[in-house]
């Protein structure tokens, strides 16, 4: 199976940090997010990948290439376990890059990748969608779509107040902790909302996706959005919600990016014993109350 990471996207919630950087290269503790996207692809035995870039992301694919300059320095000076893992990084997989011209939503960026994909079912793994789970998510989706041949999108329940920031979908309980899906609604207000089951940004996509998406129009801000293809798709076939067995970490907003750099360095045995000393004494000092 192939994975397609849509990163075209233009960053806006991290302005100015992302006027001259990829939002997908911020780091989480000393990596970029999406290095992690693409360790999960690899985890679930994806080492075919196509990732959907636009303008001024260039720094994607200079992170996944070799740096042959960077790599005699630390060559020269003895600085080995660096250049093993810059080595590593650049035998990561075989990925492809296709440019979106024009960042004209979700749904048209997973459409650049149709000539890759051809009539393949496919992975979509979100650039700012991070996971921590014992089995990865990506085969958690795929192996449900073995049991049902159909799209499988992966959901978990979220607070009531949040649903706003999410697709909701409507659906009933199937078996093996899925839910069938008859609706999707993108980010409704909490009246609007049918459930509090959100699109939690991993697919499992059939190639009739794409047809879907040349027949859905531009919505909000002149966006092709992936839950309307994904409302076409189903009247088609069925598709599939599956509940996530793992944590996962938004980073693709201000807040949600310092939440999991936080979380993943208290994690990391090379930072979290200082990193707390640190916190707590700020806390003890009540500056991390907002005064």
Known sequence: MKAVIPAAGLGTRFLPLTKGQPKEMLPIVDKPAIQYVVEEALAAGIDDIIIITGKDKRAIEDHFDHSYELESYLKEHGMLDQLEELERISKLADIHYVRQKRAAGLGDAIYQARKHIGNETFAVMLGDTIYRSEVPVVTQLAEAYERTGSSIIAVEEVPWSEVGRYGIIKGKKAKGGLVEIADLVEKPTKKQAPSNIAVAGTYILTPAIFKCIERTK?????????????????????????HIAG?????????????????????????????????????????GNGE
Not at 219 to 239: R, S, Y
Not at 267 to 286: I, W
């Open 247 to 287: 944590e996962r970490y938004d980073v693709g907003d201000k807040l949600g990016w310092m939440e999991t750099n936080l979380a993943f360095a208290l994690e990391d045995p090379r930072f979290s014993k200082d990193l707390r000393q640190f916190l707590l004494a700020r806390l003890k000092e009540g500056k």
């Open 218 to 242: 531009p919505g909000l801000n002149g966006e092709v959005q992936l839950t309307d293809a994904l409302k076409l798709l189903l009247k088609k076939e069925k598709i599939y919600g599956l």
